[in-house]
């Protein structure tokens, strides 16, 4: 059962477009959302977060969108940059679950110059 | 800086052999680190809950005989793959929550069971 779903396994954009990730969850509990970057060889690391009672939260080029009732997030980048190429996962948690975060499969994002 | 230091990051072993992957918070003691599995095009996935000085957590589904966890120290916890088979071959990545309630993520380490 897949709870957090990112339904594009890839992206490609060019250089200073915008790029938008887009996330699905199914869990109503959900309360907390996140969007986590990869490097190859690396781990994760944390980018951007998004509280339910909000539905933005904008930090630079990165730009986080919540919709509650279509239960979908969205991570808008611009202008994308080559450096931006990583894997992108988004994650969500429950409060009454501890804090476990939840993963989708993630999203190749490829900047082309 | 890394603030999580986990290593090897590649590992290839025999069938039946036992594999042990640590999990090192730099930065600040951490009362409750992650494991984490992630099959290829697969969602990463929470295995156990690893609490320092007690009995880790284990999610459904994650036997833990097989996949042993010590958090011995505020800094180190230790999975160990028991008795690997192939179908254990996967990306194994520890995390921790800082201060801040972030998680921190190690680089993982990529076993491959022959």
């Known amino acids: 059962d897949q709870q957090v779903k990112q339904n594009s396994p890839s992206l490609s954009v060019q250089e200073g477009r915008i790029s938008i990730l887009n996330c699905d969850y199914t869990n109503s509990m959900f309360d907390y959302f996140l969007w986590y970057k990869k490097y190859p060889a690396e781990g994760p690391t944390f980018l951007i977060s998004?509280?339910?009672?909000?539905d933005k939260n904008e930090d630079g080029r990165f730009t986080v969108f919540l919709n509650k009732s279509a239960k979908h997030l969205s991570l808008h980048i611009v202008p994308s940059q080559p450096g931006d190429s990583a894997v992108y996962f988004c994650?969500?948690?429950?409060?009454?679950?501890?804090?476990?975060?939840?993963f989708g499969q993630g999203t190749e994002l490829s900047v082309k110059p | 800086g890394a603030v999580v230091s986990q290593h090897p990051s590649r590992v290839i072993c025999k069938s039946g052999t036992s594999v042990k992957i640590e999990c090192r918070s730099l930065?600040?003691?951490?009362?409750?680190m992650f494991w984490y599995r992630q099959f290829p095009k697969k969602s990463l996935m929470l295995m156990a809950t690893?609490?320092?000085?007690?009995?880790?957590?284990?999610e459904q589904g994650v036997e833990k005989d097989k996949f042993l966890i010590n958090h011995a120290s505020l800094t180190l916890s230790t999975l160990t793959v028991t008795s690997a088979h192939p179908e254990d071959s996967s990306f194994y990545i520890c995390s921790l929550r800082g201060p801040n309630e972030k998680l921190f993520f190690g680089s993982g380490t990529q076993l491959s069971v022959l």
């Open positions: 930065d600040f003691q951490a009362t409750t």
């Open positions: 994650a969500a948690s429950a409060g009454n679950q501890g804090g476990k975060l939840i």
């Open positions: 690893s609490n320092e000085g007690s009995k880790a957590t284990y």
């Open positions: 998004i509280s339910s009672i909000k």
